[in-house]
């Protein structure tokens, strides 16, 4: 069974950082892009940054670009999320989903406030 | 960038209906790269529908998507208790990662 399982939320100042995981299993992690999608409260999804396979390729949305940085373990079969001078407006729910080009997996997400 | 809109924005309809979902796109998207979500509240979103006209695995066949170019239809041909969620269109190609339309809520009438 493929599970996706999203850790590292919390609430965290103006300014801090977060790291998130995705400890993913059930399927062979080495061999899919995925990606890292948020959602405010009470709003729609936002894609925020994405992986390949390899973690030779990484993109993100323009809103995290320089703040955030994506990255995996194939290892360890883990996805990371590591976020830097957080912003009121990254506060959401996060989720890591399995996909190239729609997310057929996704985890139960982990929530992350910002707010002092 | 492609912009996707969903309309309606809410659907009110009652169990055992039929239920039409719409997504455009501000630009042609390729039926490979589309694809739709349910939401439930507190859930994480659940894939129904890749390639725009494909079911995912164990999605039943009331769930079906069509279109092409700009237009797309997610169709719920009766409507069961536990299809009352938001549902999202997504495309993929035209940025480096997911575009996600705003959603429509299909609610109980």
């Known amino acids: 069974e493929v599970q996706l399982v999203e850790s590292g939320g919390g609430l965290v100042q103006p300014g801090g950082s977060l790291r998130l995981s995705c400890a993913a299993s059930?399927?062979?992690?080495?061999?899919?892009?995925m990606h890292w999608v948020r959602q405010a409260p009470g709003k729609g999804l936002v894609w925020v940054s994405r992986?390949?396979?390899?973690?030779?390729?990484?993109s993100y949305a323009d809103s995290v670009k320089g703040r955030f940085t994506i990255s995996r373990d194939n290892a360890k079969n883990t996805l990371y999320l590591q976020m830097n001078s957080l912003r009121a407006e990254d506060t959401a729910v996060y989720y890591c989903?399995?996909?190239?080009?729609?997310?057929?997996?996704w985890g139960q997400g982990t929530l992350v406030t910002v707010s002092s | 960038e492609i912009v996707l809109t969903q309309s309606p924005g809410t659907l009110s309809l009652s169990p055992g209906e039929r239920a039409t979902l719409s997504c455009r796109a501000s630009?042609?998207?390729?039926?490979?790269?589309l694809a739709w979500y349910q939401q439930k509240p507190g859930q994480a979103p659940r894939l129904l529908i890749y390639?725009?006209?494909s079911r995912a695995t164990g999605i039943p066949d009331r769930f079906s998507g069509s279109g092409s170019g700009t237009d797309f239809t997610l169709t719920i041909s009766r409507l069961e208790p536990e299809d009352f969620a938001v549902y999202y269109c997504?495309?993929?190609?035209?940025?480096?990662?997911?575009?996600f339309g705003p959603g429509t809520k299909v609610d109980i009438k």
């Open positions: 989903a399995r996909g190239y080009s729609y997310g057929s997996y």
């Open positions: 059930g399927f062979t992690f080495s061999s899919y892009w």
């Open positions: 992986i390949n396979s390899d973690g030779s390729s990484t």
């Open positions: 630009q042609s998207v390729s039926s490979s790269y």
């Open positions: 390639g725009a006209s």
């Open positions: 997504q495309q993929y190609g035209s940025s480096p990662g997911f575009t």
